[in-house]
């Protein structure tokens, strides 16, 4: 009992560190707090300063396939390391730049691309410490860090009109030691630990009236007991070699496990052929704590899978696969070259590109629409004024996001276990929203009401990319989640470099560049209005292909239920 509430403790403490780290991470999202002042301290057109913007996004979301690469092999805790010291490499020469006053745009995009780098890294290393650490509550888990991640740059804006107001250099500096400084606090709390059960479980006597399914074959002492060893599978890392039902080895790899388990369903499922499972050790302290210690390691480089128990909580008594293992994340995997011939897959990459380009697009310049509305509303407000509505907004779009993340995570729930309907129509509710942000951006002239704007766009963001990743594991399997993941973040690069250079173009055709260089325009809205034309439209669009998604995801699963059937007959 004492082991057992230590490595709860522990898992408790990895969490809170996994959601600290997570609140390092989203500081991408803050750029709009300090972007104007910077753009014109260093003379940049609109256009430019997206550009320095845009790389930080590319940074989070173009490298999630070999990142998460890097943190299943590897583990999460050095991926933490690197991404704290990349935040760090990133946003100091970028307060060095403004102070200096002057700075290559180049090298502004590339170290900029590094800030992006880095929280991509710490990010993806937080969440999959919090979904190992509770297979059974993966949903409520990783909901902490991703709703850390939103509220991120709520949190930098807070402080820095807090501590810092109207001072972008003061400000560039607390994102330098802030986002390192968080990162590196919570690695030394950050831990894979073992699941709470033994991935051993005992295969009773066939009890009467069992059927189908859950029809359990007798096991006797001639059968043989060794598991055939199986070859190591580079796409699985962390995979070894070693039998796992030697009854002399009390480790076992999660992958170990998972085969495991796989026999134990081709057992339940009534195969001839199925080997036996191993019976469960005398029950004590010394075996749970080999059990449990034997996994640790193994943990810190397992793929996200669900470590769902599979063990009887008496000895003897009648097992059943549970609803976690029974989900359909579990029965599929698709990835790599299978991933990119899905026409599903072509089709979330489609929605997740047009509704997160949207988003971005109003998260990078939600600043310039704070000084266009301004100026041209009262054109004596001063740039310290100015600084702290753009961090109000900025604080706007980080609660909203925060919010949408959670919501979306219970609403999704409530579909699939209560409705018994789609995800994906989570999609249809963040579409709707982000239509009402482009409406209310088209429409508001008094700089007091852009809050709807920066409100309903941070929550339509969160909606998008609380429920996203479920989609993904749900559609594709979550054995391959990370890499798949990684593909489908490769869509936001695409589209926010389109909307958010549309948007520069715009701002720019409508700016006047005074005696001294700097650029500005006060024509209020419209300044921007074309752009959200544009976004408007793609919200539309954004709608009708989650609609065809909806309809071609349920004749797939029509058909293979239908399928289903006909086998059992």
Not at 121 to 129: D, G, L, N, S
Not at 375 to 381: A, E, M, P, R
Request: with cysteine; net charge negative; charged share 15%.
């Amino acid at each position: 009992m004492a082991l057992g509430n230590r490595v709860y403790n522990a898992r408790i403490a990895s969490s809170v560190a996994a959601t600290v780290i997570s609140l390092a991470c989203g500081t991408n999202y803050v750029y709009s707090a300090w972007a104007p002042q910077f753009a014109d301290k260093l003379l940049l057109s609109a256009t430019e300063s997206n550009l320095i913007g845009l790389a930080g996004n590319l940074g989070m979301y173009s490298m999630g396939v070999p990142v998460g690469m890097f943190v299943d092999s590897k583990g999460p805790r050095p991926a933490v390391v690197v991404g704290g010291i990349l935040l760090g490499l990133g946003y100091i020469p970028l307060h060095q730049a403004y102070d200096a006053g002057h700075g290559s745009v180049p090298w502004m995009c590339f170290v900029s691309y590094l800030t992006g780098l880095g929280g991509c890294m710490a990010f993806a290393a937080a969440v999959k410490t919090s979904a190992l650490n509770w297979p059974h509550h993966r949903g409520t888990a990783t909901a902490f860090p991703l709703a850390a991640f939103g509220l991120s740059a709520f949190f930098f804006a807070l402080i820095g009109s807090i501590f810092f107001p109207g001072s972008p250099s003061k400000f560039l500096m607390l994102l330098a030691c802030g986002t390192s400084g968080l990162t590196f606090a919570g690695f030394f709390f950050l831990r894979v630990l073992p699941p709470p059960h033994s991935p051993y479980h005992a295969v009773p006597d066939v009890e009467p009236g069992m059927t189908d399914s859950r029809q359990l074959h007798r096991t006797t002492s001639e059968e043989p007991k060794a598991h055939p060893t199986r070859g190591h599978n580079p796409s699985e890392p962390g995979t070894s070699s070693t039998n796992a039902t030697d009854p002399t080895s009390t480790e076992m790899t999660p992958e170990a496990s998972e085969e495991q388990q796989e026999d134990g369903a081709s057992t339940l499922r009534g195969s001839p052929d199925s080997p036996s499972t191993p019976h469960l050790g005398e029950e004590g302290d010394d075996s749970e704590g080999a059990a449990l210690g034997n996994r640790d390691g193994a943990d810190e480089t397992s793929s996200l899978l669900s470590q769902s128990t599979l063990s009887s909580s008496l000895p003897g008594e009648v097992l059943v696969q549970s609803s976690v293992d029974m989900d359909r994340s579990h029965r599929v995997d698709i990835r790599g070259r299978d991933l990119l011939k899905s026409f599903e897959f072509w089709q979330l990459f489609t929605i997740m590109g047009i509704l997160s380009g949207i988003g971005l697009m109003t998260i990078n310049n939600i600043g310039n629409d704070v000084t266009a509305l301004w100026k041209h509303y009262d054109d004596s407000i001063d740039d310290k004024t100015l600084v702290l509505r753009q961090q109000l907004h900025v604080s706007i779009l980080s609660i909203g996001s925060f919010s949408g993340r959670l919501l979306s995570g219970v609403g999704s729930d409530f579909l699939v276990k209560v409705l018994h309907a789609s995800r994906v129509w989570c999609l249809v509710v963040a579409s709707g929203i982000f239509s009402l942000a482009q409406i209310c951006a088209l429409n508001v002239t008094n700089p007091h009401l852009l809050g709807f704007v920066s409100g309903f766009s941070g929550l339509g963001y969160g909606f998008l990319f609380g429920v996203f990743p479920s989609i993904v594991a749900e559609s594709f399997g979550i054995h391959g989640l990370s890499q798949n993941w990684g593909f489908m973040t490769l869509s936001p690069v695409i589209s926010s470099n389109v909307f958010n250079l549309f948007y520069g173009a715009v701002f720019d055709a409508h700016s006047v560049v005074d005696d001294k260089g700097v650029s500005s325009c006060a024509d209020g809205l419209e300044c921007y209005w074309a752009a959200y034309v544009v976004t408007l439209g793609a919200c539309g669009l954004g709608l009708v292909v989650t609609l065809w998604v909806i309809w071609h995801q349920w004749k797939t699963r029509v058909a293979e239920s239908a399928g289903k059937a006909r086998a059992r007959e």
